[in-house]
């Protein structure tokens, strides 16, 4: 059973840098057919997909358009996680953050259908942008 | 980016009822649609994938149709533990997108 555990301060100043970790059991980080997501979730804004980090003969990561010269998803192999880092944060950056996997299936005429659905997810932890 | 829409945003039912939600694309995504539900303080629970399969475990109540632009996820027979919100989601290519939320609340 897959299991994800986040951790990470909850208080985060205006201009800082948010950091969250999301610990891993139950499956690796270094899958060749998973992807490890952050996802967030605000009144204002629903649910957003900030970004994925996966290994495909090598690290790679996809980000949201709106976030790209601010974020970063890394993956630590020796610890088994995955983790966010929001550069110069803003109020408006105040939401519930999720980590996810994303996983593949086969469809009826065997093609394998990568990043198809977040099938697990992490508890959430609210990150709140203040001074 | 592809837009999601959701309809309704919030609706009414009672126990047994069969409710219907519609999901929307701004752009064909096939049927690469899934749907979550998500209750308060949770995570969002997969319960169909890929427009039409259910995740395992997801009772047989729940069904999800659609492809190209049009998705729907119908509940037919609502029970107490259905009262929720759901997401659609498009996973056909990045930024993956989810719907703004369908409210289903007891009459």
């Known amino acids: 059973q897959v299991q994800l555990h986040q951790s990470g301060r909850g208080l985060v100043r205006p201009s800082q840098t948010l950091s969250l970790s999301c610990d891993i059991s139950?499956?690796?980080?270094?899958?060749?057919?998973?992807?490890w997501n952050w996802i967030r979730q605000s009144p204002s804004r629903g649910l957003e997909w900030l970004g994925r980090?996966?290994?495909?003969?090598?690290?790679?990561?996809d980000y949201a358009d709106f976030l790209k010269t601010r974020v970063s998803i890394n993956a630590d192999t020796s610890k088994n996680q995955f983790s966010l880092q929001l550069k110069s944060v803003t109020p408006e950056d105040t939401a519930i953050y999720f980590c996810?996997?994303?996983?593949?299936?086969?469809?009826?005429?065997?093609?394998?259908?990568?990043?198809?659905?977040?099938?697990?997810w992490g508890p959430g932890t609210l990150v709140t942008v203040s001074s | 980016d592809i837009q999601m829409t959701q309809s309704p945003s919030s609706l009414s039912a009672s126990v047994g009822d069969r409710v219907t939600i519609t999901c929307r694309a701004s752009q064909t995504i096939d049927t690469y649609l899934n749907w979550y539900q998500q209750t308060p303080g949770k995570a969002p629970k997969l319960l169909i994938y890929?427009?039409?399969i259910s995740q395992s475990g997801v009772p047989p109540r729940f069904s999800g149709s659609g492809s190209g632009t049009h998705f729907t996820l119908t509940i037919t027979s609502v029970q107490p533990e259905d009262f929720a919100t759901y997401y659609c989601?498009?996973?056909?290519?990045?930024?993956?997108?989810f719907g703004q939320g369908t409210r289903v609340e007891i009459k």
């Open positions: 996810a996997r994303d996983s593949p299936f086969v469809d009826p005429t065997d093609f394998v259908v990568e990043f198809a659905f977040f099938d697990y």
């Open positions: 139950g499956d690796s980080v270094s899958s060749n057919t998973a992807a």
């Open positions: 989601q498009q996973s056909s290519r990045p930024p993956l997108t």
């Open positions: 980090t996966y290994f495909r003969s090598k690290w790679q990561s």
């Open positions: 890929s427009s039409s």
